[in-house]
């Protein structure tokens, strides 16, 4: 299996910026991409972004692009989401999760990913 530890959320005001860190490890080799989600309490997790590991395609939710960028350092086995110009909506719990199955559909759906990290909060005053 994959293990996935999110890390670099925290407190920020309005208008900063968070760099969030996902490091995998055990069978990366099987894991084809890495996706962003959030939770808000009493929300659905929603879809933030997603890397794929070869090739490195990337892919946004509409409210976030332009605003937050995803990356990857392969040798690392990590993956970044680097977070711009936050907006108190964009508070909640943060996973990363791993995709072991390739092709690029269904990628904003939970279920489509295998593994999972604890989160890490993200929290944005006004």
């Known amino acids: 299996q994959v293990q996935l530890v999110e890390s670099g959320g925290g407190l920020v005001q309005a208008g900063g910026s968070l760099r969030l860190s996902c490091a995998a490890s055990?069978?990366?080799?099987?894991?084809?991409?890495v996706g962003w989600f959030r939770q808000a309490p009493g929300k659905e997790r929603e879809f933030v972004a997603r890397i794929n590991w070869t090739g490195g395609k990337t892919y946004y939710a509409d409210d976030v692009r332009g605003r937050f960028t995803i990356s990857k350092d392969n040798a690392k086995n990590t993956v970044y989401l680097q977070m711009n110009s936050l907006k108190p909506e964009d508070t909640g719990v943060y996973y990363c999760?791993?995709?072991?199955?390739?092709?690029?559909?269904?990628?904003?759906?939970?279920?489509?990913?295998?593994?999972w990290g604890q989160g890490t909060q993200v929290t944005v005053s006004s």
């Open positions: 999760a791993s995709r072991s199955a390739s092709g690029d559909y269904s990628l904003g759906i939970p279920y489509e990913y295998d593994y």
């Open positions: 055990g069978r990366t080799s099987n894991s084809y991409a």
